[in-house]
């Protein structure tokens, strides 16, 4: 086995803009990348989607790895394909051949594009109702049901020439912390992680090209390291003892949980003598470039070996190689197809709790959201107050009341004047102790799950605010539909 390459193998960073420039290819091509990560501000047009893939193709080589955070729902980076639904919208609706087809036309989109490195789909386990950012992203509570549906969907990708990363190992469902703020910990023993968090990795280990690691410190485990830097957690138990050998990747090491710690020189040479293959050291040109030289050092002294560097090489090179960057056809007829497809999957996934009140046309009523919501840097925008009240397009009668902030409603301040009282939450957050007081007659809920359990009132739950979840949701409002779907998670008073 060669052991001699380049460390910029190793890495994957971001660029700026809509196209290669001429000073960034400079840059990849000096240090030898062969991984980039799309975000939105790279996307434009379809046309310009392909000329940029087609450019960092040429710049990066045949070995290219150009990846992108295409989950469904609100973590999507390109919004012009087919809007997958989120994962806990097929897990309510708990069809396996359904997510298995989703999967494969997220699949078809990314590869007429040129992107051919999902980072989907999520693996973790929500049992956490207060975790501040996985929640929908998971397709249940249930171990079993995520193995099922994540699988089903996984394949679809992985039949359609697309790699999978499977994601965030060893599990990010029972958090209180989002890794994007703070280190979190969950204090869990073995048995623990292996009854719950640890099934899905585990059961699909040697069906994901690829898994993605977690900024999480599991203290039974590791005291002392997150997983993305523990020896015990990537190579120990992951390399070892489960005997897994696709491509590992950080999550990105600009994250404050590593980046305020660590650095990204620090980071990406412990992730690397840990066991990943490849570090995801996005942010400036600089800190790119610090993790390269970091690992350039490493190599030269011996810190990281010659053998453990040529296998994380060789298993990219290997990734690269079954899923190359190619640019398929993607007719508009498919597109038309596939675009279906995910309305139907978004409408059979469209769940109620509690007995929610039959509206009628001629009713006069009163509807609650927040006027804007803007992007956290992991999901895209909420819908916007505009957006909300076209959904209501329908009623003779609609006051619509637009706060800056939806969760500092004040319920004493609402007429008594016969109107019904709908209350839409088209952002994340969960709510305060001050929502217990709110008597809405409707709760719509578009995005996070859990905020049913916040407001004592009837409920219907999209999973999402994509196209296809919104024409779902006024057909039901419209009473053209029912609400097929089943909570994957519990959304009782009991938690």
Not at 272 to 297: C, K, N, P, S
Not at 428 to 440: G, H, N, S, T
């Amino acid at each position: 086995m060669s052991t001699v390459f380049h460390p910029g193998q190793l890495v994957m960073v971001n660029i700026p803009g809509k196209n290669l420039d001429g000073s960034t290819a400079s840059f990849l091509r000096e240090h030898h990348i062969r991984a980039i990560c799309l975000f939105r501000w790279n996307l434009g047009t379809e046309a310009e989607v392909r000329k940029l893939t087609a450019d960092l193709r040429e710049a990066m080589g045949e070995h290219a790895l150009i990846g992108i955070d295409q989950e469904g729902g609100s973590v999507v980076r390109s919004t012009f394909l087919p809007q997958a639904p989120a994962a806990m919208a097929l897990g309510a609706a708990g069809d396996e051949a359904m997510a298995e087809e989703v999967g494969a036309a997220v699949a078809r989109g990314l590869a007429s594009l040129g992107i051919n490195w999902n980072f989907a789909p999520v693996l973790d386990v929500n049992n956490n109702p207060a975790n501040p950012v996985i929640a929908e992203r998971s397709f249940s509570e249930d171990p079993l049901a995520v193995t099922k549906l994540a699988g089903a969907w996984m394949r679809g990708s992985l039949r359609e020439g697309v790699a999978c990363c499977v994601k965030h190992f060893p599990g990010h469902g029972d958090t209180h912390v989002d890794s994007h703020r703070d280190l979190p910990e969950v204090n869990k023993s073995l048995a623990q992680l292996e009854a719950l968090e640890f099934v899905p990795f585990r059961a699909l280990r040697h069906e994901a090209p690829a898994m993605m690691t977690a900024h999480i410190v599991y203290p039974q485990l590791d005291p002392e390291h997150p997983a993305t830097l523990s020896r015990r957690v990537l190579g120990t138990l992951l390399r070892e003892s489960w005997g897994y050998d696709g491509v590992v990747i950080t999550d990105s090491l600009v994250m404050k949980a590593i980046h305020d710690r660590y650095g990204h020189d620090r980071a990406a040479v412990l992730a690397l003598q840990a066991g990943a293959d490849m570090v995801m050291a996005l942010g400036t040109q600089e800190e790119q470039l610090a993790a390269i030289r970091a690992i350039q050092r490493a190599q030269a002294s011996g810190d990281l070996g010659a053998e453990k560097l040529a296998k994380a090489n060789a298993r990219l090179d290997r990734l690269a190689a079954r899923y190359p960057v190619r640019h398929a056809d993607y007719t508009p007829a498919q597109h038309e197809r596939d675009d279906d497809l995910m309305h139907r999957a978004w409408a059979a996934g469209l769940t109620t709790r509690g007995t929610a009140p039959v509206l009628r046309r001629d009713h006069r009523l009163r509807v609650f959201t927040q006027r804007a919501v803007p992007s956290d840097g992991v999901s895209e925008a909420g819908l916007a107050g505009a957006q909300v009240a076209e959904l209501f397009g329908g009623f003779a009668s609609v006051d619509m009341v637009e706060l800056d902030v939806l969760a500092e409603l004040d319920w004493t301040t609402i007429p008594r004047d016969g109107r019904l009282n709908v209350v839409v939450s088209n952002h994340r957050d969960r709510y305060d102790a001050r929502a217990k007081a709110w008597r809405a007659d409707l709760h719509v809920v578009l995005w996070n799950p859990y905020q049913a359990l916040d407001i004592p009132a009837p409920a219907v739950i999209t999973w999402g605010y994509a196209t296809g979840a919104l024409v779902a949701l006024r057909d039901w409002l419209e009473r053209r539909t029912t609400a097929p779907g089943r909570s994957p998670v519990r959304l009782d008073t009991r938690r």
